[in-house]
Protein backbone atom coordinates (compact mmCIF):
# COMPACT_ATOMS: atom_id res chain seq x y z
CA UNK A 1 0.00 0.00 0.00
CA UNK A 2 1.00 3.52 -0.76
CA UNK A 3 1.99 5.89 2.35
CA UNK A 4 1.04 9.31 2.54
CA UNK A 5 1.65 11.62 -0.62
CA UNK A 6 3.10 14.66 -0.62
CA UNK A 7 3.59 17.30 -3.76
CA UNK A 8 5.28 18.76 -4.46
CA UNK A 9 8.88 17.95 -2.80
CA UNK A 10 10.20 20.85 -3.04
CA UNK A 11 9.35 24.72 -3.60
CA UNK A 12 10.72 27.93 -4.19
CA UNK A 13 8.35 31.15 -3.32
CA UNK A 14 9.42 34.84 -3.15
CA UNK A 15 8.30 36.68 -0.13
CA UNK A 16 4.26 37.83 -0.28
CA UNK A 17 3.84 35.29 -2.61
CA UNK A 18 0.97 32.39 -1.47
CA UNK A 19 1.83 28.83 -1.91
CA UNK A 20 -0.23 25.37 -1.94
CA UNK A 21 0.90 22.21 -0.57
CA UNK A 22 -1.22 18.92 -1.11
CA UNK A 23 -1.60 15.85 0.92
CA UNK A 24 -3.36 12.15 -0.17
CA UNK A 25 -3.36 10.10 3.17
CA UNK A 26 -3.30 6.05 3.29
CA UNK A 27 -5.71 4.48 1.89
CA UNK A 28 -8.19 4.06 4.40
CA UNK A 29 -7.04 7.28 7.26
CA UNK A 30 -9.68 9.63 7.49
CA UNK A 31 -7.14 12.03 9.61
CA UNK A 32 -4.91 14.11 8.40
CA UNK A 33 -2.33 16.45 10.28
CA UNK A 34 0.10 19.38 8.74
CA UNK A 35 3.40 20.54 10.77
CA UNK A 36 6.24 22.99 9.92
CA UNK A 37 9.94 21.82 10.84
CA UNK A 38 12.07 24.25 10.67
CA UNK A 39 15.82 23.39 10.34
CA UNK A 40 17.31 21.95 13.77
CA UNK A 41 13.62 21.66 15.25
CA UNK A 42 11.24 19.02 15.69
CA UNK A 43 7.55 19.20 14.02
CA UNK A 44 5.31 21.91 15.33
CA UNK A 45 1.71 21.68 14.72
CA UNK A 46 -0.56 23.42 12.21
CA UNK A 47 -4.16 21.54 11.85
CA UNK A 48 -5.26 18.38 12.24
CA UNK A 49 -8.76 17.43 10.02
CA UNK A 50 -10.66 14.40 10.68
CA UNK A 51 -13.65 13.51 8.46
CA UNK A 52 -13.15 17.12 6.67
CA UNK A 53 -13.65 19.14 10.29
CA UNK A 54 -11.15 20.99 11.58
CA UNK A 55 -10.13 18.79 15.21
CA UNK A 56 -7.17 21.17 16.03
CA UNK A 57 -5.29 24.01 15.39
CA UNK A 58 -1.71 25.06 16.37
CA UNK A 59 -0.04 28.68 17.50
CA UNK A 60 0.33 29.65 13.81
CA UNK A 61 -1.34 32.71 12.19
CA UNK A 62 -4.21 33.12 9.97
CA UNK A 63 -2.42 33.15 7.07
CA UNK A 64 -2.27 29.37 7.69
CA UNK A 65 -5.25 27.38 6.25
CA UNK A 66 -6.01 24.38 5.18
CA UNK A 67 -9.01 22.00 4.02
CA UNK A 68 -9.92 18.34 4.00
CA UNK A 69 -11.78 16.77 0.82
CA UNK A 70 -14.51 13.92 0.60
CA UNK A 71 -11.68 11.88 -0.39
CA UNK A 72 -9.92 12.80 2.63
CA UNK A 73 -6.24 14.33 0.53
CA UNK A 74 -5.95 17.89 2.02
CA UNK A 75 -4.64 21.16 1.22
CA UNK A 76 -2.52 23.51 3.29
CA UNK A 77 -2.32 27.19 2.09
CA UNK A 78 -0.04 29.99 2.99
CA UNK A 79 -0.82 33.18 2.26
CA UNK A 80 1.89 36.62 2.35
CA UNK A 81 4.69 34.42 2.70
CA UNK A 82 7.11 35.29 5.21
CA UNK A 83 11.02 34.29 5.18
CA UNK A 84 10.70 32.74 8.26
CA UNK A 85 7.89 30.46 6.78
CA UNK A 86 10.69 28.34 5.09
CA UNK A 87 10.52 24.98 6.44
CA UNK A 88 9.49 21.53 5.25
CA UNK A 89 6.15 20.54 5.81
CA UNK A 90 5.17 17.24 6.94
CA UNK A 91 1.22 15.57 6.29
CA UNK A 92 0.73 13.06 8.39
CA UNK A 93 -2.34 10.58 8.56
CA UNK A 94 -3.95 8.42 11.32
CA UNK A 95 -6.15 5.40 11.05
CA UNK A 96 -9.64 5.30 10.00
CA UNK A 97 -10.80 5.37 14.15
CA UNK A 98 -12.27 8.10 15.59
CA UNK A 99 -9.95 8.12 19.06
CA UNK A 100 -7.50 10.38 20.18
CA UNK A 101 -3.43 9.26 20.29
CA UNK A 102 -3.60 7.53 17.43
CA UNK A 103 -0.02 6.92 15.75
CA UNK A 104 0.92 9.14 12.75
CA UNK A 105 2.06 8.22 9.81
CA UNK A 106 4.23 10.87 7.83
CA UNK A 107 4.86 11.81 4.54
CA UNK A 108 8.66 12.23 3.21
CA UNK A 109 7.24 16.57 3.01
CA UNK A 110 7.53 19.86 0.85
CA UNK A 111 10.89 21.72 1.22
CA UNK A 112 9.13 25.28 0.93
CA UNK A 113 12.15 28.00 0.54
CA UNK A 114 11.54 31.70 0.54
CA UNK A 115 13.36 33.76 -1.29
CA UNK B 1 2.23 22.77 30.14
CA UNK B 2 3.70 20.40 27.27
CA UNK B 3 7.82 20.33 26.80
CA UNK B 4 9.67 17.31 25.54
CA UNK B 5 13.29 17.73 26.11
CA UNK B 6 16.39 15.16 24.27
CA UNK B 7 20.03 15.48 24.44
CA UNK B 8 20.87 16.79 20.67
CA UNK B 9 23.83 14.37 19.86
CA UNK B 10 24.91 10.72 20.47
CA UNK B 11 28.00 9.21 18.71
CA UNK B 12 28.33 5.42 19.23
CA UNK B 13 30.52 2.57 17.46
CA UNK B 14 28.70 -0.35 15.06
CA UNK B 15 27.84 -3.43 16.97
CA UNK B 16 26.94 -1.13 20.11
CA UNK B 17 23.99 -0.77 22.13
CA UNK B 18 22.70 2.94 21.01
CA UNK B 19 20.28 4.84 24.46
CA UNK B 20 18.21 7.67 23.39
CA UNK B 21 17.07 9.69 26.52
CA UNK B 22 14.16 12.19 26.73
CA UNK B 23 11.91 13.95 29.44
CA UNK B 24 8.43 15.29 29.47
CA UNK B 25 6.81 17.13 31.65
CA UNK B 26 3.40 16.50 31.25
CA UNK B 27 1.73 14.19 33.99
CA UNK B 28 -1.31 13.58 31.92
CA UNK B 29 0.69 11.82 29.23
CA UNK B 30 -1.04 9.36 27.94
CA UNK B 31 1.14 8.01 24.34
CA UNK B 32 4.74 7.81 23.91
CA UNK B 33 6.49 7.74 20.76
CA UNK B 34 9.74 7.29 18.92
CA UNK B 35 10.10 8.74 15.45
CA UNK B 36 13.58 8.27 13.27
CA UNK B 37 13.97 10.80 10.10
CA UNK B 38 16.42 9.98 8.16
CA UNK B 39 18.05 12.93 5.80
CA UNK B 40 15.18 14.25 2.93
CA UNK B 41 12.55 12.22 4.46
CA UNK B 42 9.80 12.17 6.97
CA UNK B 43 9.32 10.72 9.90
CA UNK B 44 8.70 7.34 10.19
CA UNK B 45 7.21 5.83 13.31
CA UNK B 46 9.49 3.31 15.00
CA UNK B 47 7.27 2.46 18.01
CA UNK B 48 4.65 3.60 21.22
CA UNK B 49 4.09 2.75 24.30
CA UNK B 50 1.23 3.63 26.48
CA UNK B 51 1.38 5.53 29.50
CA UNK B 52 0.22 2.27 31.62
CA UNK B 53 3.39 0.09 30.47
CA UNK B 54 7.10 0.69 32.17
CA UNK B 55 8.61 -1.28 29.28
CA UNK B 56 8.16 -2.62 25.26
CA UNK B 57 10.45 -4.70 23.05
CA UNK B 58 10.59 -4.98 19.45
CA UNK B 59 13.21 -6.66 18.00
CA UNK B 60 16.47 -4.49 18.68
CA UNK B 61 14.36 -2.12 20.25
CA UNK B 62 13.85 -1.36 23.83
CA UNK B 63 11.70 1.33 24.81
CA UNK B 64 12.02 1.99 28.93
CA UNK B 65 9.11 4.28 30.60
CA UNK B 66 9.87 5.71 33.90
CA UNK B 67 6.78 7.67 34.67
CA UNK B 68 7.58 8.88 38.25
CA UNK B 69 10.88 10.76 36.74
CA UNK B 70 8.75 11.14 33.57
CA UNK B 71 11.71 9.95 31.13
CA UNK B 72 11.62 7.87 28.44
CA UNK B 73 14.46 5.49 26.46
CA UNK B 74 14.92 4.23 23.26
CA UNK B 75 17.49 1.66 23.08
CA UNK B 76 18.79 0.19 19.65
CA UNK B 77 20.60 -2.86 19.88
CA UNK B 78 23.31 -3.81 18.22
CA UNK B 79 23.68 -0.39 16.14
CA UNK B 80 23.86 -0.32 12.37
CA UNK B 81 25.62 2.71 9.95
CA UNK B 82 21.67 2.39 8.65
CA UNK B 83 20.66 3.38 12.51
CA UNK B 84 22.50 6.76 11.73
CA UNK B 85 19.31 9.07 11.89
CA UNK B 86 17.64 12.21 13.63
CA UNK B 87 15.11 10.43 16.28
CA UNK B 88 12.26 12.37 17.73
CA UNK B 89 10.47 11.68 20.60
CA UNK B 90 6.97 12.61 21.43
CA UNK B 91 4.14 12.86 23.61
CA UNK B 92 0.30 13.56 23.47
CA UNK B 93 -1.80 14.12 26.20
CA UNK B 94 -5.29 12.36 27.52
CA UNK B 95 -8.07 13.43 24.73
CA UNK B 96 -5.57 14.80 22.48
CA UNK B 97 -4.64 14.39 19.04
CA UNK B 98 -2.04 15.95 18.46
CA UNK B 99 1.28 14.99 19.67
CA UNK B 100 4.37 17.43 21.11
CA UNK B 101 7.92 16.76 19.36
CA UNK B 102 11.34 16.97 21.07
CA UNK B 103 14.02 18.71 18.90
CA UNK B 104 15.26 15.30 18.42
CA UNK B 105 18.80 13.64 18.80
CA UNK B 106 20.90 12.84 16.09
CA UNK B 107 22.38 9.33 16.18
CA UNK B 108 25.84 8.84 14.33
CA UNK B 109 27.31 5.30 13.80
CA UNK B 110 30.66 5.12 13.18
CA UNK B 111 32.11 1.84 11.44
Known amino acids: DAGVTQSPTHLIKTRGQQVTLRCSPI?????VSWYQQVLGQGPQFIFQ???????GRGNFPDRFSARQFPNYSSELNVNALLLGDSALYLC??????????????FGDGTRLSIL | GEDVEQSLFLSVREGDSSVINCTYT??????LYWYKQEPGAGLQLLTY?????DMKQDQRLTVLLNKKDKHLSLRIADTQTGDSAIYFC???????????FGRGTSLIVHP
Open chain 1, 92 to 105: ASSPKDDRPNQPQH
Open chain 1, 27 to 31: SGHKS
Open chain 1, 49 to 55: YYEKEER
Open chain 2, 26 to 31: DSSSTY
Open chain 2, 49 to 53: IFSNM
Open chain 2, 90 to 100: AESVRGSYIPT
